[in-house]
């Protein structure tokens, strides 16, 4: 299976009332509503999780798993992001929401936050060799990968090739729980609690490395109700569970990452838009004197992910009072992690998907006929016609995915031309005449087109008119 293009955010068909809310808030152009629903091209899709936000009918799901993953494996260790402790109120010891892990049935813990402490460290001497990149990109956050990997093909070489801290705690707790039980390593289940999209479609269709370790991905939102009454009995003894500080605990927010990189030559921006004007500026070369830029597509950062629960700017406050209550980092190089844990395997490449033609003149060619569509349209980027911008609609036709009349102000200026014809030939047949039964079989064709017209146009104005509901199957 290509798995280059897999999705963990998804459609509910039956959901989704075609109210076009969602396709201008994708920042890659993805969604268009078709016959009343969305649809999400795959390959445009950075799984950013926008339109999750957006969509107030709930039609846009995140694939996860579910809790019971756990009765799957022998031995499961779950591996909780940074972001995780701060969706709780007043925490001062991260061994509770540990220990309260313990108690909802994982047999052991391993922090993201600490192997963020050895990606710091990793980062800072890599960046430090390499001046001829500068400035890195962070490859932590998986939209921002995608992102560049499809928009962005000449920053690709700035990509800092470093695996995301989740994977490389991953294969750590794989390995310790390897030596701990003796148990085969696939009997073994590495479990992320995710607070987005982007991170489960890591695990699945990891960028840098031909397969992930992690084996299974919870939603924070779906774990933190579970865990709030374990904690309370965990507060009674937290076991000693902890190993990171706040360098790790740091990167569940935006600029932690960066502040772990300890330069002040650091640019750290969040939040999809915010993140594509870096890009933008990036790439017209508005930028010098830097050496590492990290970019987060949810806004304050990684607690801003879709799947948690807490606001973000009120989570990033519960971070920094966390962090009173942490050294400055747990964890060092140890003998058992080495470059292939550390490192990409696998270049990241350019993918062409925004690309028009299969050749340059064949590109041009239809840019060409795209400028020409798009002064037809009125430019009111009014997404009636199921496109975010007319520019999309003109390039939909051009792809062959859509038509002229899939806009509204072309198709009623056709029905106008139409209705002039008609109202002509009407006179003629008054008038008499030899031709008066063609002019009637003329007359019939035009009320024919007319009342065709008129019905994509009441399709255009009311999506869900005429729809029946869908089947409650999850569609792609
Ligand atoms: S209901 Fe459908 S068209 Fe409207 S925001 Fe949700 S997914 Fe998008
Ligand atoms: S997840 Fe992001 S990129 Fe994908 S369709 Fe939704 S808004 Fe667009």
Sequence with gaps: MDTRFYHSV??????????????????????????GKAIIAGEFCIDCGECIRICSHHAKISRRDRPDILGRYKYTVALPAPSLYSQFNHLEDINI???????????????????AELVSEES??????????????????PSVVRLIRVRFPNLIEHLLPINPPVEVAARLA?????????????????????????????????????????????????????????MKEAEKSPMDLARAGRIGVGWGG????????????????????NVIRVLEDLEDEKFSDLNFIELNACNGGCVGGVLTVENPYVAKAKLKQLNQYLPVSMTHKTPDIDNTDLYWTEPVEYLPVFRLGNSMMESL?????????????????????????????????????????????VLKNHIHKLMDNANTL??????????????????????????????????????????????GQEAD
């Design 254 to 273: 935006s600029g932690g990452e960066a502040a772990g990189m300890i330069t002040s030559s650091y640019l750290a921006a969040d939040g999809i838009e």
């Design 10 to 35: 998804h459609l509910k068909k039956d959901l989704c009332n075609g109210c076009i809310n969602c396709i201008k808030r994708c920042p890659t152009e993805a969604i268009r509503v078709r016959d």
């Design 174 to 230: 794989r390995r310790e729980a390897v030596k701990k039980t003796g148990l085969p390593p696939d009997k073994i289940g590495v479990i992320f609690l995710s607070p987005c999209p982007s991170k489960v479609t890591y695990a699945r269709s990891p960028l840098g490395n031909a397969h992930s370790d992690i084996d299974g991905v919870l939603a924070i939102q779906d774990i933190y109700p579970i865990l709030l009454p374990l």
């Design 97 to 115: 929401v540990l220990t309260a892990l313990i108690l909802l049935g994982f047999n052991d813990v391993y922090e993201v936050a600490a192997a």
């Design 124 to 141: 800072r001497k890599y960046v430090a060799d390499h001046p001829e990149n500068w400035p890195f990109i962070s490859t932590a956050c």
């Design 365 to 409: 060619a239809m840019l060409n006929k795209v400028n020409r569509l798009c002064q037809k349209f009125p430019g009111l980027d009014c997404g009636s016609c199921g496109a975010p911008t007319c520019k999309a609609l003109a390039e939909d036709i051009v792809r062959g995915n859509a038509t002229q009349n899939d806009c509204i102000y």
């Design 426 to 471: 009407a006179n003629n047949i008054f008038i008499g005449g030899d031709n008066a039964k063609e002019y009637i079989y003329i007359l019939k064709q035009y009320i024919t087109q007319l009342s065709s017209d008129i019905s994509l146009l009441d399709a255009s104005l009311n999506p869900s008119s005429g729809q029946e509901d869908g089947d």
